[in-house]
Protein backbone atom coordinates (compact mmCIF):
# COMPACT_ATOMS: atom_id res chain seq x y z
CA UNK A 1 0.00 0.00 0.00
CA UNK A 2 1.57 3.63 -1.04
CA UNK A 3 1.50 5.11 2.15
CA UNK A 4 0.54 9.56 1.76
CA UNK A 5 1.27 11.54 4.68
CA UNK A 6 -1.02 14.04 6.13
CA UNK A 7 1.46 16.92 5.22
CA UNK A 8 1.67 16.18 1.48
CA UNK A 9 4.50 13.52 2.30
CA UNK A 10 4.39 10.47 0.55
CA UNK A 11 6.32 7.23 0.68
CA UNK A 12 9.27 8.27 -1.10
CA UNK A 13 10.22 10.67 1.23
CA UNK A 14 13.25 10.69 3.43
CA UNK A 15 13.78 7.35 5.39
CA UNK A 16 14.33 8.68 8.30
CA UNK A 17 10.93 11.63 8.11
CA UNK A 18 9.33 8.10 7.11
CA UNK A 19 10.37 6.44 10.50
CA UNK A 20 9.85 9.76 12.59
CA UNK A 21 6.26 10.26 11.06
CA UNK A 22 5.50 6.15 10.89
CA UNK A 23 6.74 6.49 14.95
CA UNK A 24 4.96 9.68 15.78
CA UNK A 25 1.90 7.92 14.37
CA UNK A 26 2.19 4.68 16.89
CA UNK A 27 2.77 7.07 19.80
CA UNK A 28 -1.09 8.59 19.62
CA UNK A 29 -2.39 4.94 18.79
CA UNK A 30 -0.79 4.00 21.82
CA UNK A 31 -2.01 7.20 23.81
CA UNK A 32 -5.74 6.46 22.61
CA UNK A 33 -5.36 2.49 23.43
CA UNK A 34 -4.42 3.61 27.08
CA UNK A 35 -7.30 5.97 27.33
CA UNK A 36 -9.57 3.62 26.02
CA UNK A 37 -8.74 1.16 28.79
CA UNK A 38 -7.54 3.72 31.71
CA UNK A 39 -10.06 6.68 30.77
CA UNK A 40 -8.32 9.00 34.30
CA UNK A 41 -5.21 8.76 32.09
CA UNK A 42 -3.64 12.22 31.28
CA UNK A 43 -1.03 12.83 28.98
CA UNK A 44 2.58 14.72 28.88
CA UNK A 45 4.52 14.24 26.41
CA UNK A 46 4.82 11.53 23.52
CA UNK A 47 7.64 11.67 20.93
CA UNK A 48 8.81 10.06 18.22
CA UNK A 49 12.43 8.33 19.03
CA UNK A 50 15.23 6.99 17.09
CA UNK A 51 14.36 3.78 17.10
CA UNK A 52 10.45 3.49 18.48
CA UNK A 53 8.46 5.93 20.52
CA UNK A 54 6.89 6.63 23.86
CA UNK A 55 4.70 8.50 25.62
CA UNK A 56 4.56 9.76 30.02
CA UNK A 57 1.23 9.78 31.18
CA UNK A 58 -0.60 10.80 34.21
CA UNK A 59 -2.21 7.07 35.90
CA UNK A 60 -3.43 8.55 39.07
CA UNK A 61 -1.67 5.80 41.27
CA UNK A 62 -2.64 3.19 38.64
CA UNK A 63 0.82 0.55 38.65
CA UNK A 64 0.61 -1.42 35.54
CA UNK A 65 1.41 -4.92 35.08
CA UNK A 66 2.97 -7.43 32.06
CA UNK A 67 -0.70 -8.21 31.43
CA UNK A 68 -1.85 -4.42 31.10
CA UNK A 69 1.24 -3.67 28.89
CA UNK A 70 0.06 -6.64 26.49
CA UNK A 71 -3.52 -5.24 26.96
CA UNK A 72 -2.39 -1.78 25.65
CA UNK A 73 -0.52 -3.23 22.88
CA UNK A 74 -3.92 -5.59 21.52
CA UNK A 75 -6.27 -2.67 21.82
CA UNK A 76 -3.44 -0.99 19.49
CA UNK A 77 -3.64 -3.65 17.39
CA UNK A 78 -7.70 -3.38 16.89
CA UNK A 79 -7.49 0.78 16.83
CA UNK A 80 -5.11 0.11 13.85
CA UNK A 81 -7.56 -2.46 11.96
CA UNK A 82 -10.26 0.36 12.62
CA UNK A 83 -7.97 2.27 10.23
CA UNK A 84 -8.81 5.21 11.80
CA UNK A 85 -8.77 8.28 9.82
CA UNK A 86 -6.02 10.72 11.19
CA UNK A 87 -6.94 14.34 10.45
CA UNK A 88 -5.21 17.52 11.59
CA UNK A 89 -7.07 20.90 12.44
CA UNK A 90 -6.06 24.40 14.24
CA UNK A 91 -7.29 26.53 17.24
CA UNK A 92 -6.31 29.45 18.41
CA UNK A 93 -4.64 29.84 21.67
CA UNK A 94 -7.34 30.26 24.25
CA UNK A 95 -9.72 27.44 22.32
CA UNK A 96 -7.02 25.17 22.61
CA UNK A 97 -6.47 25.71 26.25
CA UNK A 98 -10.11 25.22 26.64
CA UNK A 99 -10.57 21.99 24.72
CA UNK A 100 -7.55 20.67 26.80
CA UNK A 101 -9.10 22.03 30.20
CA UNK A 102 -12.72 20.39 28.61
CA UNK A 103 -10.89 16.85 28.17
CA UNK A 104 -8.72 16.85 31.87
CA UNK A 105 -5.50 17.52 29.84
CA UNK A 106 -3.46 19.57 32.63
CA UNK A 107 -0.39 18.85 31.23
CA UNK A 108 -0.90 19.69 28.06
CA UNK A 109 -2.58 23.40 28.69
CA UNK A 110 0.40 24.14 30.67
CA UNK A 111 2.72 23.05 28.17
CA UNK A 112 0.68 25.78 26.43
CA UNK A 113 2.31 28.26 28.72
CA UNK A 114 5.67 27.64 27.05
CA UNK A 115 4.50 28.22 23.48
CA UNK A 116 4.82 32.10 22.19
CA UNK A 117 1.71 33.93 22.70
CA UNK A 118 0.38 34.38 19.23
CA UNK A 119 1.08 30.48 18.50
CA UNK A 120 -1.58 28.56 16.59
CA UNK A 121 -2.19 25.16 18.11
CA UNK A 122 -1.99 22.54 15.45
CA UNK A 123 -3.99 19.34 17.12
CA UNK A 124 -4.99 15.72 15.53
CA UNK A 125 -8.00 13.63 15.54
CA UNK A 126 -8.50 9.96 14.79
CA UNK A 127 -11.83 8.47 16.04
CA UNK A 128 -12.90 9.57 19.11
CA UNK A 129 -9.05 10.54 20.62
CA UNK A 130 -8.01 14.37 19.77
CA UNK A 131 -3.99 15.13 20.81
CA UNK A 132 -2.54 18.11 20.81
CA UNK A 133 1.05 17.90 18.05
CA UNK A 134 2.83 19.46 15.45
CA UNK A 135 2.57 16.70 13.26
CA UNK A 136 2.81 15.37 10.83
CA UNK A 137 1.03 11.52 11.14
CA UNK A 138 0.18 8.71 8.76
CA UNK A 139 -3.39 9.62 7.23
CA UNK A 140 -4.96 6.21 8.77
CA UNK A 141 -3.91 4.09 11.23
CA UNK A 142 -3.91 1.03 9.08
CA UNK A 143 -0.66 2.56 7.83
CA UNK A 144 0.91 1.43 11.06
CA UNK A 145 2.17 -2.18 10.56
CA UNK A 146 4.98 -3.48 12.79
CA UNK A 147 5.49 -2.28 16.55
CA UNK A 148 5.48 -3.68 19.82
CA UNK A 149 5.69 -2.11 23.35
CA UNK A 150 8.55 -3.04 25.17
CA UNK A 151 8.17 -1.71 28.77
CA UNK A 152 7.50 0.99 31.24
CA UNK A 153 9.69 3.22 33.54
CA UNK A 154 8.69 6.51 35.70
CA UNK A 155 9.55 10.40 34.22
CA UNK A 156 9.44 13.35 35.91
CA UNK A 157 6.83 15.83 33.81
CA UNK A 158 9.12 18.07 31.81
CA UNK A 159 12.01 16.23 32.93
CA UNK A 160 12.19 18.33 36.20
CA UNK A 161 12.74 15.89 39.60
CA UNK A 162 10.91 18.49 41.57
CA UNK A 163 8.12 17.84 39.27
CA UNK A 164 5.13 14.15 39.45
CA UNK A 165 7.01 11.44 38.56
CA UNK A 166 4.75 9.92 35.62
CA UNK A 167 4.40 6.23 34.00
CA UNK A 168 6.00 5.97 30.42
CA UNK A 169 5.31 3.14 28.25
CA UNK A 170 7.79 2.70 25.83
CA UNK A 171 7.53 0.75 22.44
CA UNK A 172 9.12 0.21 18.90
CA UNK A 173 7.93 0.42 15.26
CA UNK A 174 9.28 -0.22 11.91
CA UNK A 175 7.54 0.02 8.13
CA UNK A 176 7.77 -3.90 8.02
CA UNK A 177 7.22 -6.88 10.39
CA UNK A 178 11.04 -8.14 8.85
CA UNK A 179 12.20 -5.11 10.36
CA UNK A 180 10.58 -4.82 13.37
CA UNK A 181 12.11 -8.66 14.28
CA UNK A 182 15.09 -8.52 12.85
CA UNK A 183 15.16 -5.70 15.60
CA UNK A 184 14.03 -7.38 18.10
CA UNK A 185 16.80 -10.12 17.28
CA UNK A 186 19.22 -7.30 17.77
CA UNK A 187 17.63 -6.46 21.47
CA UNK A 188 17.92 -10.40 22.23
CA UNK A 189 21.54 -10.30 21.34
CA UNK A 190 22.11 -6.90 22.93
CA UNK A 191 20.81 -8.32 26.16
CA UNK A 192 22.93 -11.45 26.26
CA UNK A 193 26.09 -8.48 26.49
CA UNK A 194 24.42 -6.45 28.94
CA UNK A 195 27.72 -5.64 30.80
CA UNK A 196 26.21 -5.42 33.90
CA UNK A 197 25.31 -9.68 33.37
CA UNK A 198 28.76 -10.17 32.10
CA UNK A 199 30.41 -8.28 34.25
CA UNK A 200 28.97 -10.44 37.51
CA UNK A 201 30.16 -13.70 35.82
CA UNK A 202 33.29 -12.17 34.90
CA UNK A 203 33.42 -10.97 38.73
CA UNK A 204 34.74 -7.42 37.39
CA UNK A 205 32.81 -4.88 38.85
CA UNK A 206 30.11 -4.53 41.45
CA UNK A 207 27.67 -2.12 42.68
CA UNK A 208 25.87 -2.14 46.25
CA UNK A 209 23.16 -0.30 47.94
CA UNK A 210 25.43 1.41 49.91
CA UNK A 211 27.15 3.46 47.46
CA UNK A 212 24.18 3.48 44.49
CA UNK A 213 25.65 4.52 41.18
CA UNK A 214 29.41 4.46 42.63
CA UNK A 215 31.47 1.19 40.70
CA UNK A 216 33.86 -1.03 42.76
CA UNK A 217 36.22 -2.61 40.70
CA UNK A 218 36.88 -6.14 41.44
CA UNK A 219 40.52 -7.52 41.24
CA UNK A 220 39.43 -8.94 37.33
CA UNK A 221 38.30 -5.73 36.47
CA UNK A 222 41.17 -3.57 37.98
CA UNK A 223 43.23 -5.78 36.04
CA UNK A 224 41.11 -5.11 32.79
CA UNK A 225 41.49 -1.55 33.89
CA UNK A 226 45.00 -0.78 34.68
CA UNK A 227 45.61 -2.63 31.15
CA UNK A 228 43.74 0.28 29.52
CA UNK A 229 46.08 2.62 31.58
CA UNK A 230 49.26 1.08 30.54
CA UNK A 231 47.95 1.36 27.08
CA UNK A 232 46.92 5.42 27.15
CA UNK A 233 50.11 5.54 28.88
CA UNK A 234 52.07 4.24 26.09
CA UNK A 235 50.97 6.20 23.26
CA UNK A 236 50.67 9.42 25.37
CA UNK A 237 54.55 8.85 26.42
CA UNK A 238 55.61 8.59 22.85
CA UNK A 239 52.97 11.66 21.59
CA UNK A 240 55.14 13.64 24.33
CA UNK A 241 52.36 14.11 26.27
CA UNK A 242 53.23 14.93 30.17
CA UNK A 243 51.08 13.49 33.26
CA UNK A 244 49.73 15.33 36.29
CA UNK A 245 46.88 14.59 39.24
CA UNK A 246 45.15 17.54 40.99
CA UNK A 247 43.12 17.73 43.65
CA UNK A 248 39.41 15.96 43.94
CA UNK A 249 38.30 18.72 46.24
CA UNK A 250 39.05 22.58 45.33
CA UNK A 251 37.44 25.64 46.40
CA UNK A 252 34.20 26.65 45.10
CA UNK A 253 36.14 30.10 43.77
CA UNK A 254 37.76 28.37 41.43
CA UNK A 255 34.71 26.63 39.64
CA UNK A 256 33.22 30.38 39.86
CA UNK A 257 35.92 31.38 37.27
CA UNK A 258 36.23 28.24 35.33
CA UNK A 259 32.06 29.11 34.94
CA UNK A 260 31.33 25.71 36.25
CA UNK A 261 29.39 26.75 39.24
CA UNK A 262 26.88 28.99 36.86
CA UNK A 263 26.61 26.37 34.47
CA UNK A 264 26.81 22.81 36.05
CA UNK A 265 26.16 23.48 39.58
CA UNK A 266 23.38 21.07 39.77
CA UNK A 267 25.65 18.24 39.27
CA UNK A 268 28.35 19.14 41.39
CA UNK A 269 28.73 17.75 44.93
CA UNK A 270 29.51 20.58 47.44
CA UNK A 271 31.34 20.37 51.11
CA UNK A 272 32.53 23.08 53.54
CA UNK A 273 36.21 22.80 54.89
CA UNK A 274 37.23 25.64 57.53
CA UNK A 275 33.88 27.22 56.60
CA UNK A 276 34.31 27.64 53.12
CA UNK A 277 32.41 25.99 49.86
CA UNK A 278 34.85 23.14 48.07
CA UNK A 279 33.17 21.39 45.24
CA UNK A 280 34.10 17.71 44.14
CA UNK A 281 35.44 17.99 40.83
CA UNK A 282 32.80 17.28 37.83
CA UNK A 283 35.60 17.82 35.08
CA UNK A 284 39.66 17.84 35.85
CA UNK A 285 40.03 21.00 33.39
CA UNK A 286 40.08 23.98 36.26
CA UNK A 287 42.97 21.78 37.43
CA UNK A 288 45.25 21.20 34.78
CA UNK A 289 44.37 25.37 34.14
CA UNK A 290 46.07 25.70 37.83
CA UNK A 291 49.21 23.34 36.98
CA UNK A 292 49.64 25.67 33.81
CA UNK A 293 49.36 28.84 35.79
CA UNK A 294 52.00 27.74 38.52
CA UNK A 295 54.84 28.96 36.60
CA UNK A 296 55.64 31.78 33.46
CA UNK A 297 55.91 29.82 30.33
CA UNK A 298 57.50 31.12 26.70
CA UNK A 299 56.30 30.41 23.62
CA UNK A 300 59.20 27.78 22.68
CA UNK A 301 57.50 25.38 24.99
CA UNK A 302 53.95 25.10 23.44
CA UNK A 303 52.24 23.24 22.76
CA UNK A 304 51.97 22.20 26.07
CA UNK A 305 50.67 18.14 26.18
CA UNK A 306 49.06 17.69 29.98
CA UNK A 307 47.36 14.43 30.63
CA UNK A 308 45.76 13.65 33.70
CA UNK A 309 43.44 10.27 34.73
CA UNK A 310 41.31 11.72 36.77
CA UNK A 311 38.40 10.62 39.31
CA UNK A 312 35.58 13.30 38.85
CA UNK A 313 32.34 13.29 40.27
CA UNK A 314 28.84 14.19 38.97
CA UNK A 315 25.57 14.06 40.65
CA UNK A 316 23.06 12.57 38.30
CA UNK A 317 19.49 10.64 39.28
CA UNK A 318 19.22 7.87 40.60
CA UNK A 319 16.50 6.84 37.86
CA UNK A 320 18.88 7.32 35.00
CA UNK A 321 22.06 4.84 36.45
CA UNK A 322 23.12 2.32 34.43
CA UNK A 323 26.01 -0.14 35.09
CA UNK A 324 29.17 1.45 34.00
CA UNK A 325 27.19 3.70 31.47
CA UNK A 326 25.45 6.11 33.86
CA UNK A 327 27.55 6.47 36.93
CA UNK A 328 28.18 9.35 39.89
CA UNK A 329 32.22 8.83 39.54
CA UNK A 330 34.46 7.73 36.92
CA UNK A 331 37.74 7.93 35.39
CA UNK A 332 38.31 10.47 32.91
CA UNK A 333 41.51 10.23 30.59
CA UNK A 334 41.79 13.78 29.96
CA UNK A 335 44.31 16.19 29.14
CA UNK A 336 44.63 19.68 28.39
CA UNK A 337 47.13 21.20 25.31
CA UNK A 338 47.89 24.85 25.76
CA UNK A 339 49.31 26.42 22.46
CA UNK A 340 49.60 28.79 20.30
CA UNK A 341 46.78 30.45 17.91
CA UNK A 342 48.74 29.27 14.78
CA UNK A 343 49.11 25.58 16.36
CA UNK A 344 45.59 24.79 16.55
CA UNK A 345 44.87 23.15 13.12
CA UNK A 346 48.22 20.55 13.84
CA UNK A 347 46.97 20.00 17.60
CA UNK A 348 43.98 19.09 16.19
CA UNK A 349 45.22 16.81 13.76
CA UNK A 350 47.38 14.92 16.05
CA UNK A 351 44.66 14.40 18.16
CA UNK A 352 42.35 13.27 15.87
CA UNK A 353 45.31 10.81 14.54
CA UNK A 354 45.49 9.36 18.42
CA UNK A 355 42.17 8.98 18.96
CA UNK A 356 41.71 7.10 15.27
CA UNK A 357 44.32 4.73 16.08
CA UNK A 358 42.70 3.92 19.60
CA UNK A 359 39.38 3.36 18.17
CA UNK A 360 41.24 1.06 14.97
CA UNK A 361 43.24 -1.09 18.38
CA UNK A 362 39.70 -2.26 19.37
CA UNK A 363 37.71 -2.56 15.99
CA UNK A 364 35.68 0.23 16.28
CA UNK A 365 34.20 2.48 13.35
CA UNK A 366 33.01 5.97 13.81
CA UNK A 367 31.77 9.12 13.11
CA UNK A 368 32.31 13.01 13.89
CA UNK A 369 30.36 15.70 14.33
CA UNK A 370 30.88 19.08 15.12
CA UNK A 371 28.70 20.81 18.18
CA UNK A 372 28.54 24.36 17.95
CA UNK A 373 27.69 27.35 20.74
CA UNK A 374 25.18 26.26 23.29
CA UNK A 375 22.22 28.79 24.56
CA UNK A 376 23.99 28.92 27.75
CA UNK A 377 27.29 29.54 26.92
CA UNK A 378 30.02 32.02 28.21
CA UNK A 379 32.54 34.36 25.88
CA UNK A 380 32.21 36.72 22.74
CA UNK A 381 30.91 36.33 19.69
CA UNK A 382 34.28 36.54 17.76
CA UNK A 383 36.04 34.19 20.17
CA UNK A 384 32.94 31.35 19.33
CA UNK A 385 33.02 32.25 15.76
CA UNK A 386 37.27 31.81 15.86
CA UNK A 387 36.98 28.40 17.97
CA UNK A 388 34.13 27.06 15.47
CA UNK A 389 36.01 28.07 12.11
CA UNK A 390 39.47 26.56 14.01
CA UNK A 391 38.08 23.13 14.47
CA UNK A 392 36.10 23.58 10.83
CA UNK A 393 39.32 24.34 9.50
CA UNK A 394 41.17 21.44 10.83
CA UNK A 395 38.84 18.79 10.08
CA UNK A 396 38.45 19.89 6.18
CA UNK A 397 42.45 19.95 6.28
CA UNK A 398 42.14 16.35 6.89
CA UNK A 399 39.62 15.35 4.01
CA UNK A 400 37.16 14.51 7.47
CA UNK A 401 33.70 13.74 6.77
CA UNK A 402 31.09 15.52 9.36
CA UNK A 403 28.01 16.75 10.25
CA UNK A 404 26.77 20.00 12.56
CA UNK A 405 25.03 19.54 16.05
CA UNK A 406 23.64 22.61 16.20
CA UNK A 407 23.67 24.16 19.83
CA UNK A 408 25.33 21.06 21.47
CA UNK A 409 28.91 22.34 22.11
CA UNK A 410 30.27 23.23 25.82
CA UNK A 411 29.75 26.32 27.91
CA UNK A 412 33.00 27.39 27.09
CA UNK A 413 33.76 26.04 23.42
CA UNK A 414 32.47 24.05 19.97
CA UNK A 415 33.85 20.50 20.07
CA UNK A 416 34.42 17.76 17.90
CA UNK A 417 32.68 14.37 19.28
CA UNK A 418 33.12 10.95 17.74
CA UNK A 419 30.91 8.70 17.95
CA UNK A 420 31.74 4.76 17.52
CA UNK A 421 29.90 2.11 16.17
CA UNK A 422 30.18 -1.41 17.91
CA UNK A 423 29.73 -4.95 16.89
CA UNK A 424 25.50 -4.72 16.82
CA UNK A 425 26.08 -1.10 15.33
CA UNK A 426 24.72 0.86 18.15
CA UNK A 427 26.86 4.00 18.65
CA UNK A 428 28.33 5.51 21.51
CA UNK A 429 29.84 9.43 22.02
CA UNK A 430 33.00 8.79 23.27
CA UNK A 431 36.23 10.67 22.28
CA UNK A 432 35.93 14.31 22.41
CA UNK A 433 38.18 17.45 21.16
CA UNK A 434 36.77 20.80 22.83
CA UNK A 435 38.26 24.09 21.43
CA UNK A 436 38.65 27.13 24.37
CA UNK A 437 38.92 30.16 24.11
CA UNK A 438 37.28 30.85 27.57
CA UNK A 439 39.18 29.18 30.29
CA UNK A 440 42.67 30.56 29.53
CA UNK A 441 40.79 34.70 29.55
CA UNK A 442 39.37 33.83 32.91
CA UNK A 443 42.29 32.74 34.43
CA UNK A 444 44.13 35.10 33.04
CA UNK A 445 46.79 32.68 31.23
CA UNK A 446 49.82 33.99 29.88
CA UNK A 447 52.46 32.71 27.92
CA UNK A 448 56.03 35.12 26.34
CA UNK A 449 56.11 35.56 23.15
CA UNK A 450 59.21 35.33 20.53
CA UNK A 451 59.59 39.69 21.22
CA UNK A 452 58.92 38.99 24.80
CA UNK A 453 55.43 40.15 24.53
CA UNK A 454 52.86 38.74 26.81
CA UNK A 455 50.35 36.55 24.61
CA UNK A 456 47.47 34.21 25.76
CA UNK A 457 47.59 30.96 25.06
CA UNK A 458 44.56 28.83 23.68
CA UNK A 459 43.27 25.35 25.02
CA UNK A 460 42.52 22.12 24.22
CA UNK A 461 40.45 19.33 26.31
CA UNK A 462 40.23 16.40 25.03
CA UNK A 463 39.52 12.24 26.00
CA UNK A 464 40.25 8.92 23.62
CA UNK A 465 38.21 6.40 26.15
CA UNK A 466 36.05 9.06 27.14
CA UNK A 467 34.94 7.53 31.26
CA UNK A 468 37.55 4.24 31.55
CA UNK A 469 34.18 3.04 33.59
CA UNK A 470 31.60 3.74 30.70
CA UNK A 471 34.67 2.29 27.96
CA UNK A 472 34.72 -1.16 29.60
CA UNK A 473 31.30 -1.20 29.26
CA UNK A 474 31.37 -0.59 26.08
CA UNK A 475 34.31 -2.97 25.32
CA UNK A 476 32.51 -5.97 27.24
CA UNK A 477 29.32 -5.34 25.30
CA UNK A 478 31.21 -4.85 22.23
CA UNK A 479 33.14 -8.06 22.41
CA UNK A 480 30.21 -10.05 24.28
CA UNK A 481 33.34 -10.64 27.09
CA UNK A 482 35.30 -11.82 25.07
CA UNK A 483 38.16 -9.91 25.27
CA UNK A 484 41.42 -9.64 22.85
CA UNK A 485 44.13 -11.96 24.24
CA UNK A 486 46.21 -8.56 25.54
CA UNK A 487 43.00 -6.89 27.62
CA UNK A 488 41.73 -10.05 28.76
CA UNK A 489 41.81 -10.20 33.27
CA UNK A 490 42.61 -13.93 32.80
CA UNK A 491 44.53 -14.69 29.40
CA UNK A 492 45.23 -18.75 30.17
CA UNK A 493 43.43 -21.05 32.50
CA UNK A 494 45.52 -24.28 33.49
CA UNK A 495 43.27 -27.47 33.94
CA UNK A 496 45.24 -30.79 35.79
CA UNK A 497 43.83 -33.68 34.80
CA UNK A 498 44.59 -35.37 37.78
CA UNK A 499 46.46 -35.08 40.90
CA UNK A 500 49.49 -36.67 39.38
CA UNK A 501 49.57 -33.73 36.90
CA UNK A 502 49.41 -31.04 39.60
CA UNK A 503 53.31 -30.23 39.93
CA UNK A 504 53.85 -29.89 36.49
CA UNK A 505 50.60 -27.41 36.16
CA UNK A 506 52.23 -25.52 38.61
CA UNK A 507 55.43 -25.06 36.70
CA UNK A 508 53.82 -24.53 33.88
CA UNK A 509 52.09 -21.77 35.58
CA UNK A 510 54.98 -19.88 37.08
CA UNK A 511 56.78 -20.58 33.48
CA UNK A 512 53.56 -18.11 32.02
CA UNK A 513 53.51 -15.81 34.80
CA UNK A 514 57.44 -15.50 34.39
CA UNK A 515 56.81 -14.44 30.92
CA UNK A 516 54.23 -11.87 32.66
CA UNK A 517 51.39 -14.14 30.84
CA UNK A 518 48.24 -13.69 33.03
CA UNK A 519 47.66 -17.47 34.33
CA UNK A 520 45.29 -19.32 36.24
CA UNK A 521 45.65 -22.70 37.93
CA UNK A 522 42.58 -24.84 38.50
CA UNK A 523 42.91 -27.59 40.63
CA UNK A 524 39.62 -28.48 41.94
CA UNK A 525 38.52 -31.60 42.11
CA UNK A 526 36.25 -31.23 39.48
CA UNK A 527 35.98 -33.48 35.96
CA UNK A 528 38.18 -31.40 33.38
CA UNK A 529 34.92 -31.32 31.15
CA UNK A 530 33.16 -29.03 33.73
CA UNK A 531 36.16 -26.79 34.23
CA UNK A 532 36.67 -26.55 30.63
CA UNK A 533 32.94 -25.37 29.80
CA UNK A 534 33.22 -22.99 32.86
CA UNK A 535 36.73 -21.32 31.49
CA UNK A 536 35.07 -21.27 27.87
CA UNK A 537 31.33 -19.54 28.57
CA UNK A 538 31.42 -18.02 31.59
CA UNK A 539 34.53 -16.56 32.47
CA UNK A 540 35.69 -16.36 28.44
CA UNK A 541 39.32 -17.39 28.92
CA UNK A 542 41.15 -16.93 25.52
CA UNK A 543 43.08 -19.69 26.30
CA UNK A 544 42.51 -23.21 28.30
CA UNK A 545 45.82 -25.70 28.56
CA UNK A 546 44.95 -29.22 29.96
CA UNK A 547 47.43 -31.18 31.68
CA UNK A 548 47.71 -34.60 31.66
CA UNK A 549 50.15 -37.47 31.94
CA UNK A 550 51.12 -37.29 28.20
CA UNK A 551 51.75 -33.45 28.59
CA UNK A 552 53.91 -34.13 31.30
CA UNK A 553 56.32 -36.49 30.39
CA UNK A 554 56.98 -34.38 26.78
CA UNK A 555 56.94 -31.42 28.47
CA UNK A 556 54.33 -30.06 25.83
CA UNK A 557 50.22 -28.65 26.46
CA UNK A 558 47.25 -29.06 25.42
CA UNK A 559 45.99 -25.96 24.08
CA UNK A 560 42.35 -25.19 23.86
CA UNK A 561 41.25 -21.54 22.10
CA UNK A 562 38.01 -20.15 23.55
CA UNK A 563 35.80 -20.52 20.79
CA UNK A 564 36.73 -23.95 19.57
CA UNK A 565 36.45 -27.44 20.58
CA UNK A 566 39.35 -28.57 19.05
CA UNK A 567 42.73 -29.39 21.04
CA UNK A 568 46.08 -28.74 20.03
CA UNK A 569 49.17 -29.95 22.12
CA UNK A 570 52.52 -27.74 21.39
CA UNK A 571 55.35 -27.69 22.97
CA UNK A 572 55.18 -25.58 26.41
CA UNK A 573 58.21 -23.30 25.68
CA UNK A 574 56.62 -22.47 21.51
CA UNK A 575 53.28 -21.48 23.53
CA UNK A 576 54.86 -19.17 25.98
CA UNK A 577 56.93 -17.53 22.36
CA UNK A 578 53.68 -17.38 20.41
CA UNK A 579 51.18 -16.13 23.64
CA UNK A 580 53.84 -13.53 24.47
CA UNK A 581 54.28 -12.34 20.86
CA UNK A 582 50.32 -12.30 20.21
CA UNK A 583 50.01 -10.00 23.77
CA UNK A 584 53.14 -7.59 23.05
CA UNK A 585 51.54 -6.96 19.29
CA UNK A 586 48.36 -6.43 21.22
CA UNK A 587 46.43 -8.50 18.61
CA UNK A 588 42.65 -8.05 18.42
CA UNK A 589 42.18 -12.23 17.70
CA UNK A 590 43.51 -15.05 19.30
Known amino acids: MKIIYNNGLTDECPKEDELHILRHTAAH ?19 ATDNGFYYDMDLGGTKLSDSDLQAIEAEMRKIVKENLAVKPFALERQEAISLLEQNGEKY ?6 DLEDDAVISFYRQGEYTDMCTGPHLCYTKALKAFKIIGQSGAYWKNNKNNKMLTRIKGIAFPSQQEL ?14 HRKIGKEMELFMFCDEAPGFPFFLPKGMMLKN ?9 HTREKYVEVSTPLIMNRKLWEISGHWDHYKDNMYSTKIDEEDYCIKPMNCPGGVMVYKSRPHSYRELPLRVGELGLVHRHELKGALHGLFRVRCFTQDDAHIFMRR ?46 TDGLKEALEQLSLPYSINEGDGAFYGP ?7 DSLGRTWQCGTIQLDFQMPLNFGLEYTGEKGERQRPIMIHRVCFGSIERFIGILTEHFAGKFPIWLAPVQVKVLPVSEKTTAYSE ?3 RILRQSGIRCELDSRNEKVGYKIREAQVIERVPYMVVVGEREKEQRTVSVRRRDTAKAEEIALDAFVSKLSDSIKRRETSI
Open 29 to 47: VLAQAVKRLFPHAVFAYGP
Open 342 to 387: EQIASEIANVVHLIDEVYQKFGFQYFIELSTRPENSMGSDEDWEAA
Open 227 to 235: VLVDYWREL
Open 507 to 509: EVC
Open 108 to 113: KAEHIS
Open 181 to 194: DDYLKLLEEAEKRD
Open 415 to 421: KIDFHLR
